[in-house]
């Protein structure tokens, strides 16, 4: 099955919390990604990235098809930054940016995180390692929450597009649009790389890597909170 957390099928006594666990997921990492579309070479770089990670915590748990289906994302991601980087001659549109994040929440529940690979191979992973796509994708996550607590503190549906995402505040605290794109990329690479190991730690470092991506997060939020708008910039999403 195509879902999240089985193993709490028979404590919830039945199939319903992976269920809704599996939904609240795909549209989440689904959104996510559109959300970040805002910039040129943003949401494929980020979406490069992640499957990339993915790919590399696949391959090291041989689990093939999803690291083939990764290894295609990656190169179409990549493919496509070449036409797409500031600046950019062809645009992803919500219809890509959606189908990006569809495919990387399917594959992520696809994957397989402790007991047993599909080919029978045991995994080393804790149950810890479940948390893996959440760290990988802990940056567009955050940029998706903030933006949409932000609309909503300023009574906006948080679905209504505007320039007040993460690439957008930093660009209006000094950054150049390239540099923005670069840091939030930078940031998903930084998660990223500790996903990749989370599967294979001891329970403590697995804690650290936690603390780490909060502490990026946490990071971000107070550089954001003690520091000023300087100019508008960015596009809309």
């Keep these: 099955d195509t879902r999240l957390l089985t193993a709490l ?16 997921w795909f549209l989440a990492v689904t959104n996510a990604l559109n959300f970040i579309d805002n910039m040129d070479g943003l949401a494929a770089g980020v979406a490069a990235i992640a499957s990339l990670c993915f790919l590399a915590a696949a391959v090291m748990s041989q689990q093939w ?27 992803m549109g919500d219809s890509g940016s959606l189908l990006l994040g569809f495919t990387l929440a399917f594959l992520t529940t696809r994957t397989t995180y402790t007991g047993e690979s599909p ?27 903030t933006v949409s607590l932000i609309r909503i503190r300023q009574h906006k549906s948080p679905m209504v597009g505007d320039m007040q995402h993460l690439s ?16 939030i990329c930078g940031m998903t690479a930084a998660t990223g790389i ?24 946490a990071v971000l939020a107070a550089f954001e909170s003690a520091s000023s708008p300087k100019a508008n910039g960015g596009t809309h999403d």
Excluded at 194 to 209: D, E
């Design 65 to 91: 098809f999803v690291a083939g289906v990764l290894a295609l994302l990656t190169g179409a991601c990549a493919g496509f930054l070449v036409f797409n980087r500031p600046p950019a001659s062809i645009f």
């Design 9 to 24: 099928d028979p404590s919830a006594g039945g199939t319903w919390l992976s269920i809704a666990v599996t939904v609240l």
């Design 168 to 183: 957008h505040r930093l660009v209006k605290r000094g950054l150049s649009r390239p540099a923005a794109v670069a840091v």
């Design 194 to 217: 500790a996903g990749i190991a989370l599967g294979s730690l001891q329970p403590w470092q697995a804690f650290l890597v936690g603390v780490q991506t909060a502490l990026l997060l």
């Design 119 to 145: 080919t029978g191979e045991p995994l080393a992973g804790g149950w810890y390692a479940v948390f893996m796509p959440l760290i990988v994708l802990a940056v567009p996550l955050y940029d998706m929450l």
